[in-house]
Every structure is written in C-alpha cells, then in structure tokens.
C-alpha cells in the first residue's frame, strides 16, 4: 500500500476480531496529526536513508571474508608455509566464531542502537582484516580468521532483522534481495579488485596477497568509522524522520500486523517463544540449503575456473560476469516475490534450478559447458539466501522473537559454511567431484525444508480460517477455545501470542 494516504493507516490500525466485541488496538501517537504525510514519498526517504550505506557494509562484509579465495591465486600458501589442508583449516575456523556470535549479537543490536553497534563490529573486524594481510605462519592466519569471524557475526542477521523492523512483510523481499545483492556485487569487484592490486606484489616488501587484505581492512575501517553517523536508529527514535513520519511508519507494520512495532521490552519468554518454535527449526534447514552452496560458490569460483584451464587473473576476471547475473536474478526474484507473495514457491522453483547447474557440473568434462553451469548453480543460490530470510521473518512477530529467529537461522547457515571450507580438496581437481556432489545434498535438502515449511504453513493458516485458534476475548465463550487463550482484549491477545494470534496469516 505505498500509495495510499496517511488516513487510510488509521483505519489499518485498527483490528476487529469479527467473532469477538468490537475491541480496538489503541493508536500510536493518538495525538500526531499525520495527514501531511505522503506514505510514498516517506518510503522513498526511508530506502535511500537505509539501503544504500548497508548494502556498501555487506559489500565490504562479504569482500573481507572471501578474499581469500581471490589471494590463495597469489602464492598464500607457499609464502606462509602451509598445506591445502592448513589453507581449509583457516577457512573452518571462520565459520564456527561467526556462527557463535550470531544471536547474542542481534540481541544487543535490539538493546543498543543500531549506529553504535554495527558501526562498532564493522570498525574491529576492518582492523582484524588489516592485520591478516600482516600474519607470517598459519597460526597468526587461523587467529585472525576467527576475530573476523566473531566480529563480522552481528552484520548480516542485525541488518535483516533492523530492516523487518522498517518494512511491511510485502516490501521486505525486494530490500532485503537489494542488500544481499551486495555479495554478488563483491564477488565481481573482488575479483577485479584482487586483479589490480596483485600489480603491487612486492611494494613495502610485501607479496600481493598481503595487499590484497591490508587495502581491502583499511577501507572496511574507514567505513566503519563512517557508519556512527551514517546508520539511522529504530523507526521509534530515527532522528531523519519528523515526529508524524515516524509515527506513519509505526503506525503502517501495526497494520500489517507487526504488533511490536512500537516497541518492546525484553522478556526471556520472547528467547524461549523463538528457540521452541517450530517455524524456527524448519527455517534453519531451509536456510542452509542455500547458504552452504553459496559459501562453497564464493570461495572457491575463482579456483574452479582456474582449474578450467585460465590462470589467475583470467580467472577472476571470470568470476565479473558470473556476479553480475547472480545480482540482476536476486533482484527480480525480491520484486516478484513481493509482488506474488509466494515466497516458498520462489524457494522450489530456483533450488530445482541450482541442482540442474550442479548435476551438469559433476557430470561435464567440458570447460565450456561447466562455466555455463555455474550461472544455473547462481540461481539456485543467490536469489534462494534473501528470498529465505524474507520468507522466515514474514511468518514471526515479536521484536525480539524475530531478532532470535533470524539470528539462529542465519548461524545454522553458517556453520555449515565449515563444510563448504573442506570439500573442494586439491587432489580433487579439476572437476571437483565431492565439492559438487556435496552442494548438490544441500540443495536437496533446502528443496525438501521448503516444501514442508509450506504445507505447514498452509495447513495452520486452515486452521484459523476455520477458527480452531481462536482465543476467548473478553466474556464471550461462543467465539473462542479455552485452549487457545482467554484475553481482556484482541490487543492483548496480539501483543502476548504475536503470530501465533488466531487472526495472523502466514505468508506461504
């Protein structure tokens, strides 16, 4: 509805339940006039506030930790003295720190601003990026991999979680594809980037490969810095917004049935809601169907074309068109499933698509027709990541239920990027049978979590159409099940039970 008028949001507001008395949810800032406020124009202020400056921090983000496979082309391994299975080791450790610290973090994101925190984890691991391009042996390598990692942990979950915040369920898809779009974008510009400042080998004695990580940190530090007085708050407290912007912004995600948009306090019940939710765990398997793959994809393109027959800076530069489509597919697919709002068919349609590009990788022995697999193995990556999230954060209501969720599915994703550092060995290539075959489970796996996932959320949104969730509101037994909840109002049943309301649709 980013059309619509600033008055047509007070109706929104308001919710009836039709079985029950007519009880309202009370208004936001009942007392701000808001009718001089264009909802479309206030959504376009919104984007170019928050779009943009993230979707450079992912960029930067996802160019720090993958930078490696770009820098292994220029003799890492023989200037530190270490092994291929040393080389993965490092990869490995990444991993587990990142995952580790995924849902702590977004929980303090809740609790802490916004600008403060992410701009504090982007300025460390900047620095933890910095010094990498310092280490001499694989210890000092494997350490700083584990900093980047525990630092890098709180961006991608808190940036997905701090835009559900700003958006309706409808429009969350297509920003949330523009921000992840950003690692597309970083795989084509690493692989020029790499390529340009391999020209350096040798200055202040120090091989390429050093280079490589010291410019890239520096800039990530740079950023970071930047990002104090850059990243906007909460919609409650955003400082770029005037008093009835942001009371049509809070108003608008009540109306799409985010009930907490105003606010709320942190209760261990909400943590508990999150982690004993089915919805949660079904998501995690969705979710590292494509995450493992596009770990897996980015570390070890570079390598995979090199293996083809192209040397290394051919084959970076290889990797530049690769890129360029997985960002063009991961924003159509954001537009049309906002629009559609099918998110899960979305899921199955562009999995089925990335196993049709594995199975021709394993299978082919023709550089050619392995590099045309490659773009069909993107689709069923990139686009799946964001379309995911989307899809998990559309079914979950509840600040910090939703913060949980996210950051426990999004670090289920990346612990399984341990695996994707260990499957495509050196005495595999170059045709990498076990890396593919193995890509290839993981998609299987997203294929089948999605298709459960929606059966599931078709059959429970059945349920309350029926009305087997209704709660009892007020005195009127004939309306609901003792089961379900008694409540004073529908506002109280919304603001306890959160998508698990007996008027809350999941989006399938």
């Known amino acids: 509805m980013t059309g619509s008028t600033s008055s047509d949001l007070e109706k929104d507001s308001i919710r009836v339940n039709e079985n029950a008395n007519i009880t309202t949810t009370p208004l936001y800032n009942e007392h701000v006039d808001i009718t001089g406020v264009d909802e479309r124009k206030l959504l376009r202020k919104i984007d170019i506030a928050l779009i943009p400056w993230l979707s450079l921090l992912y960029l930067l983000s996802f160019l720090d930790r993958t930078s490696i496979g770009n820098a292994k082309l220029y003799n890492l391994e023989k200037d530190l003295n270490i092994t291929d299975t040393q080389y993965l080791l490092a990869l490995t450790v990444f991993f587990f720190s990142y995952a580790i610290f995924e849902v702590p973090s977004n929980v303090f994101l809740k609790r802490l601003r916004p600008s403060l925190w992410l701009s504090g984890l982007m300025f460390c691991w900047g620095i933890m990026m910095t010094v990498q391009g310092l280490v001499h042996n694989f210890g000092g390598l494997t350490g700083m991999r584990w900093m980047l990692g525990m630092f890098e942990a709180g961006l991608f979950p808190g940036v997905n979680y701090y835009l559900s915040c700003w958006y309706k369920r409808s429009e969350f898809g297509i920003r949330a594809a523009i921000f992840f779009s950003a690692a597309t974008v970083s795989g084509a510009f690493g692989g020029l980037l790499a390529a340009a400042i391999s020209k350096m080998d040798g200055i202040g004695g120090k091989p390429a490969w050093a280079w490589i990580f010291i410019l890239e940190g520096l800039a990530t530090v740079i950023a970071g810095a930047l990002s104090f007085f850059i990243i906007q708050d909460f919609p ?63 570390l070890f393109l570079p390598s995979i074309i090199n293996q083809l027959g192209f040397k290394a800076t051919p084959a970076n530069l290889l990797t530049v068109p690769v890129y360029a489509f997985a960002c063009l597919i991961t924003c159509v697919v954001g537009f049309l499933a906002d629009k559609w709002g ?59 239920k939703r913060s949980v969720t996210l950051a426990m599915v999004i670090s289920f994703g990346n612990i399984n990027g341990a ?67 008694r409540y004073e109002t529908v506002a109280d049943a919304k603001a306890d039970k959160g998508d698990e309301w007996s008027g809350y649709r999941y989006t399938i």
């Not at 022995?365 to 990541?385: D, E, K, M, Q, W």
Request: charged fraction near 20%.
């Open 236 to 298: 409650d407290t955003a400082k770029f917004l005037t008093e009835a912007e942001r009371t049509v912004v809070v108003r608008r995600l009540q109306g799409d049935d985010q009930f907490s948009a105003a606010g709320e306090k942190l209760r261990m019940k909400y943590i508990y809601k999150s982690i004993l939710d089915w919805k949660t765990w079904i998501g995690m398997i969705v979710y590292v169907g494509a995450d493992m793959p596009l770990y897996a994809f980015s």
């Open 419 to 485: 695996v994707s550092s260990n499957v495509y060995r050196a005495k595999d290539q170059p045709w990498y049978p076990l890396g593919h075959g193995l890509v290839l489970l993981y998609i299987g796996l997203g294929l089948i979590s999605s298709t459960t996932f929606l059966v599931l959320l078709k059959r429970e949104n059945a349920k309350r159409e029926r009305g087997e969730r209704n709660e009892i509101i007020g005195d009127e037994k004939s309306s609901g099940h003792e089961i379900n909840g």
């Open 342 to 400: 099918r998110r899960g068919y979305f899921n199955l349609v562009f999995l089925c698509l990335g196993a049709a590009g594995y199975i021709i990788l394993i299978a082919s022995r023709n550089a050619a027709l392995s590099y045309f697999a490659v773009y069909l193995a993107t689709c069923g990556i990139y686009p799946v990541i964001p379309n995911s999230i989307a899809w998990v954060s559309n079914n979950v209501e509840g600040s910090y």
